[in-house]
């Protein structure tokens, strides 16, 4: 299945727990869409959150970032990684 | 160390080759700075690639990169990730 990266802005002073929580409710729903979340890093600085997933498509993966109430902002299907 | 994700855009049309190539490059003198590159994902299509990596400083990072001829056009310190 393809690979995606999306993007989160505007989550300033995001903390360990609240990463992790997100984290956690989109891991509890994605079987839905058939999407695995597999990685998530995050800069509370600027409020900037990378995921890593992959799944059927970009509409999966949005779907589960908008049921949790952390929709991304911007997404890439990334089919090429070293 | 922290841990950096940049991304570059505007590699509209980057193949496998070509990223491999500059992650090879990257690789090749990364000791100089202390840095690391661990990991880049690319979408030829949007043009964006990102690049996980781990160093002493942004700048350490960016230096690298400029060496080898992609200087990265944004650069987040990620010290969350899950």
Chains 1, 2 share one sequence.
Do not use: K
């Amino acid at each position: 299945m393809p690979t995606f990266m999306d993007v989160h802005h505007g989550m300033t002073g995001v903390t360990a727990e609240q990463l992790g929580e997100a984290h956690q409710a989109d891991l509890a729903i994605q079987a839905d869409e058939n999407v695995h979340f597999q990685h998530a890093w995050a800069d509370p600085t600027s409020g900037s959150v990378f995921c890593l997933s992959d799944g059927p498509s970009r509409e999966a993966v949005l779907r589960i970032h908008e049921r949790t109430g952390h929709p991304a902002d911007e997404i890439y299907e990334v089919p090429l990684e070293v």
